[in-house]
């Protein structure tokens, strides 16, 4: 596959991508694609180079059972909306989720127009990610119980969710649009760079509107809007929980940089 195919972009999903998109039909696009497609760094993990141009971004996430991180899953994201006459631009953001330190500019999310009206559209923050688009005014946005908003701070944006009574933040939007070649340098260090947490640890992520699934290294968590189970996997259960709960094809006997000392 070497270009966007709106018919296999549908049958992944499991719904169609309709001719007019409106905000109805943006959001059940948005929430589709993030319980259907999950994020994760697999690629990283088997020392391979990550490609974020249109045509390797829609053979690896519509080409077979993968998924991907940000530059992937909203580079993938944007070609949908813009094959249906959305306006959409990518933008840089610092994420905060987790961060004592400020972060470099390795996140990257997407601006829609949707009848004259600003939203967030995000399906690659793995299991932090909106389940649906937030409008860019400052109101809040139920999704399914959670509850996510976005909010200026000086020239950024900072997305935040709804947390044991608390506004928390996730990320802080750049202002500007950068080109593809800034999305470049940051997926280039985000895969290769040493100390990455890409680099450091395996990862699988994916959202659903009851229960989002966190596996990171051998640590399992579901995280629905009552309570958390966390649980910690055997070596051997690695593969089965990639296949069965993240829905990704992985080969026996693979193995993985942050866990096997001889990947």
């Given at each position: 596959m070497s270009d966007l195919d709106l018919a296999v972009y549908a049958a992944r999903l499991g719904i169609a991508v309709p001719g007019v998109v409106d905000l109805p039909a943006?959001?059940?696009?948005?929430q589709a694609h993030v319980g259907a497609i999950a994020f994760e760094n697999l690629d990283v993990q088997w020392r391979r180079t990550i490609r974020i141009d249109v045509a390797s971004v829609c053979a690896k996430l519509l080409g077979g059972a993968r998924g991907g991180y940000c530059f992937e899953q909203n580079t993938l994201f944007r070609e949908v909306l813009r094959a249906r006459g959305v306006a959409v631009?990518?933008?840089?953001?610092?994420?905060?989720?987790?961060a004592t330190s400020r972060r470099a500019r390795t996140?990257?999310?997407?601006?829609?127009?949707?009848?004259?009206?600003?939203?967030?559209?995000d399906v690659g923050f793995g299991a932090y990610t909106p389940l649906q688009p937030v409008p860019l005014n400052g109101e809040p946005s139920r999704q399914h119980g959670w509850v996510y908003r976005v909010v200026p701070e000086g020239s950024l944006l900072v997305l935040q969710w709804q947390r044991d009574g608390a506004w928390q933040d996730l990320y802080a939007i750049e202002p500007g649009e950068?080109?593809?070649?800034?999305f470049e340098m940051a997926n280039w260090y985000t895969c290769t760079?040493?100390?990455?947490?890409?680099?450091?640890?395996m990862t699988a992520q994916r959202a659903t509107p009851?229960?989002?699934y966190t596996l990171r290294n051998y640590t399992l968590t579901e995280d629905s809007r009552d309570a958390s189970f966390v649980r910690t996997l055997r070596r051997e259960e690695i593969v089965p929980v990639l296949r069965g709960v993240f829905g990704l094809d992985v080969p026996d006997g693979a193995k993985f940089r942050a866990l096997d000392s001889d990947a």
């Open positions: 943006l959001q059940r696009l948005h631009t990518a933008r840089e953001a610092r994420v905060r989720a987790g996140h990257m999310t997407l601006a829609v127009i949707i009848d004259g009206a600003a939203y967030l559209c950068p080109g593809d070649i800034d760079w040493p100390d990455s947490g890409f680099v450091q640890t009851a229960v989002r």
